[in-house]
């Protein structure tokens, strides 16, 4: 069965410094997201990607960070000057088509450590 | 945010009994309810889903129940297996949107 793959599986950066965390929806999908899940929390929309373009955002998803297709196959997640509370797993999804049509599948997550 | 509820963190059964496992939502918005299942060191992976003109659907051993006018959901695991030993999410999509809304979720244990 067709998955998405993140990489790395873990992380770690300095506070500070920049992060890409990198994904690979599955291949027909059209449909891309970014959550995230602090330790002990629930797991919390960032972003969803269409068309080559944000289609929604979340109010976690400020200036620090952005997203990119950079090719057919990845899509990324920057996370400029990291902070410390953005320790957290990152978890890239795809989906065929709108949710209520398709649901979302899941990669197995970034732990992002930031010291 | 407490849009998404699942009020019990744990659940332990027996195996080949009844595990039911409850989310209750406060938005009147929400219309598209999905069920997720994870293990440690894994992505949620989707298990089923029912939208808002349902009341029942049905997948093998899983069933989702919607109580609309109590903004509340279920999930039942029958019978339970071992292997369903995992947390248990919850997840909400508001009409129009395309971003869930996710539980705290439960942790199911099935005893052998």
């Known amino acids: 069965e067709p998955e998405v793959t993140q990489t790395p599986s873990h992380q770690v950066t300095q506070m500070g410094q920049e992060v890409i965390l990198r994904c690979v929806p599955i291949?027909?999908?059209?449909?891309f997201y970014w959550y995230r899940q602090i330790l002990g929390q629930k797991v919390e929309f960032l972003v969803s990607?269409?068309?080559?373009?944000?289609?929604?955002k979340s109010e976690i998803f400020d200036d620090q960070f952005s997203v990119e297709r950079p090719d057919g196959s990845n899509f990324t997640l920057k996370i400029r000057s990291t902070k410390l509370e953005d320790s957290a797993m990152y978890f890239c999804?795809?989906?065929?088509?709108?949710?209520?049509?398709?649901?979302?599948?899941f990669g197995d997550g970034t732990r992002l450590s930031i010291l | 945010d407490q849009q998404v509820k699942q009020n019990s963190p744990s659940l332990s059964v027996q195996e080949g009994r009844i595990s039911i496992l409850n989310c209750d939502y406060t938005n009147s918005m929400f219309d598209y309810f999905l069920w997720y299942k994870k293990y440690p060191a894994e992505g949620p992976t989707f298990l089923i889903s029912?939208?808002?003109?349902?009341d029942k659907n049905e997948d093998g051993r899983f069933t989702v129940f919607l109580n609309k006018s109590a903004k509340h959901l279920s999930l039942h695991i029958v019978p339970s297996q071992p292997g369903d030993s995992a947390v248990y999410f919850c997840?909400?999509?508001?009409?129009?949107?395309?971003?869930?809304?996710f539980g705290t979720g439960t942790r199911l244990t099935v005893i052998p």
């Open positions: 029912i939208s808002s003109i349902k």
């Open positions: 999804a795809s989906s065929g088509d709108r949710v209520g049509n398709q649901p979302q599948h």
């Open positions: 291949s027909n999908h059209l449909y």
């Open positions: 997840a909400v999509l508001q009409t129009g949107a395309n971003n869930l809304f």
């Open positions: 990607f269409y068309n080559n373009e944000i289609s929604e």
